[in-house]
């Protein structure tokens, strides 16, 4: 079966870290772009960190950069979102998502999601 699954949210203070994982089953996905996106309440989907492992090119939305990176373990078929000095505005469920083709950050052009993990950031 192919998917995508989530894992490592939780709580945290504001200024803590988490690494969020995603792990891919029955596709290979250096083949595909991975990217992470994110909704809070009441909002959109926003695409966070997104990264394209065929060329390394990288997306990233400004209200990230500088805290979140990105990692792969080939080994394990993962992908995983580090990320530092979080703000409790990063408050949102986080979902890993793949695509065949270039990169991008936008949310429609993904094919396959996960379920999502939940990331809360407290004041």
């Known amino acids: 079966e192919v998917q995508l699954v989530e894992s490592g949210g939780g709580l945290v203070q504001a200024g803590g870290s988490l690494r969020l994982s995603c792990a891919a089953s029955?596709?290979?996905?250096?083949?595909?772009?991975i990217g992470w996106f994110r909704q809070a309440p009441g909002k959109i989907h926003e695409g966070v960190l997104c990264?394209?492992?065929?060329?390394?090119?990288?997306y990233y939305a400004d209200s990230v950069k500088g805290r979140f990176s990105i990692s792969s373990d080939n080994a394990k078929n993962t992908v995983y979102l580090q990320m530092n000095s979080l703000k409790p505005e990063d408050t949102a469920v986080y979902y890993c998502a793949a695509r065949n083709g270039g990169l991008s950050g936008y949310y429609s052009a993904y094919d396959l999601w996960g379920r999502g993990t939940q990331v809360s950031v407290s004041s």
């Open positions: 029955g596709f290979g996905f250096n083949d595909y772009v």
């Open positions: 990264f394209s492992s065929s060329d390394g090119s990288t």
